[in-house]
């Protein structure tokens, strides 16, 4: 009871001083990940979930000049006050949006998107220098498989022109992470994509039969007679080709409104 009491204190602390959100750091020897996330809006109810944008963003970089492995897994365990719902959502296909333009996605799965990005890849060929790319990140919502959602991840850059899609199996977690997304580099991508950093947000709103519907929402699961709450937000781990494993886990707050 007392460590929820200093919990429950140090969130109306957070909530009254403005404490701003700062991205984790992980760190194993030389490799060193970032990842950091957000939710919008901060003000919700305190039972009833309600419409919400979520935002998850990761770096990678090494110290000292030390070669970079490639990211081969991305897993991203999200709280449990948040769900995500995509009934009578259209769904989209991999083979619509790859290959496909950034335009051409949008043209064949425009009604299926339920978020947006954005990526920097480090290009690796042989016989050349690496260098760098920025691309846009256009997330889907796919069909399911065993059973399970998917979130379709199109990366595009336009220069130089190329495009890879991202799946990410959605599963149902336990305890404080109730949604986790996962996924693995592309086998076509493993030869040249090095991540090194990312950003996507999921935000969608959209009506079924007769009902607003939003893919994401949360509610702020403050105690009774509590202003707000400070919880675990999300928790990532990244997998890399030489099998090195860093997990880190960035805290938030919210409070309790409308």
């Known amino acids: 009871m007392r460590a929820l009491t200093a919990i429950l204190a140090l969130a109306a602390a957070m909530l009254c001083l403005g404490i701003p959100a700062q991205a984790e750091l992980s760190q194993q020897g030389k490799l060193i990940v970032a990842f950091d996330g957000s939710l919008s809006p901060k003000t919700l109810p305190r039972t009833q979930p309600a419409p919400v944008a979520v935002t998850v963003a990761g770096r990678v970089r090494t110290a000292k000049g030390a070669p970079l492995p490639q990211l081969r897994t991305i897993r991203v365990a999200i709280n449990s006050a948040g769900r ?65 959602k998917l979130i379709l ?32 580099l592309p086998e076509s991508a493993q030869g040249w994509a090095y991540l090194t950093q990312f950003e996507m947000t999921l935000d969608r709103q959209y009506r079924y039969r007769g009902k607003a519907r939003s893919y994401v929402s949360a509610a702020c699961a ?9 919880f675990p937000f999300a928790k990532a781990s990244y997998g890399f080709d030489n099998g090195q494993r860093l997990t880190t886990t960035v805290v938030r707050s919210c409070k309790v409104g409308g």
């Open 84 to 148: 995500l719902y995509d009934k009578g959502l259209p769904t989209c296909r991999v083979a619509s949006i790859q290959p496909a333009t950034e335009a051409q996605a949008q043209t064949v799965c425009g009604r299926s998107i339920v978020g947006r990005g954005h990526v920097t890849v480090s290009v690796h060929l042989e016989n050349q220098a690496s260098f760098a790319v920025k691309g846009n990140l256009l997330a889907f919502n796919g069909p399911r498989r065993n059973g399970q």
């Open 153 to 184: 991840a199109q990366v595009y850059t336009e220069d130089p022109p190329g495009a890879f899609v991202l799946t990410f199996t959605v599963k149902r977690g336990v305890g404080l992470f109730g949604t986790v997304l996962s996924t693995t």
């Open 222 to 230: 403050a105690p009774a007679g509590f202003p707000g709450a400070v």
